[in-house]
């Protein structure tokens, strides 16, 4: 089975005592480059997340650039070149999608680049949007 990683779950597994780790984090081992993946651009999304968290869970830049690293061993990174990016925003746009929800929709591409069978998510709404190809591969870890 291919399962495609959107970052809230990614962020979820390298925080002890986030709400979501245990099950992001039991999800995320079962998966390795052959069978998981996640967009490239949730690299970013994860760093910029990991390293303005408030207080005691923000993490330096070297500190989040290692959970990044562990993110690329273990799951394939998926972009989408120019005219991808093009056509899913007119799909984005055609089905309604606006604001932020854009880069879920763009991130839902990614997923059906990689034919992913599930996208795993603790978002599922902010997918709810992407069109039914998109809404029945949604799973929580």
């Known amino acids: 089975m291919k399962g495609f990683f959107d970052t809230s779950v990614l962020v979820a597994v390298f925080y002890g005592d986030h709400v ?3 099950a992001s984090l039991l ?8 069978t998981g993946s996640c967009g490239a651009h949730s690299l970013v999304e994860v760093f910029s997340t990991l390293t303005r968290m408030p207080g005691k869970h923000r993490v330096s830049g070297e500190q989040a650039m290692l959970f990044v690293s562990g993110i690329c061993e273990r799951l394939l990174l998926v972009a989408l070149d120019g005219d991808e990016y093009v056509n899913a925003l007119k ?3 055609s089905l309604g999608v606006v604001g932020g929800g854009t880069y879920d929709a763009m991130l839902a591409q990614c997923a059906l680049k990689a034919q992913a ?6 978002n599922s709404r902010h997918y709810a949007h992407c069109g039914q190809e998109v809404v029945r591969r ?4």
């Open 91 to 93: 799909t984005a746009a």
């Open 27 to 34: 999800r995320f081992i079962q998966f390795d480059r052959s």
């Open 117 to 122: 069978e599930t996208i795993y998510s603790w």
């Open 20 to 22: 979501h780790h245990q």
């Open 138 to 141: 949604l799973q929580t870890p």
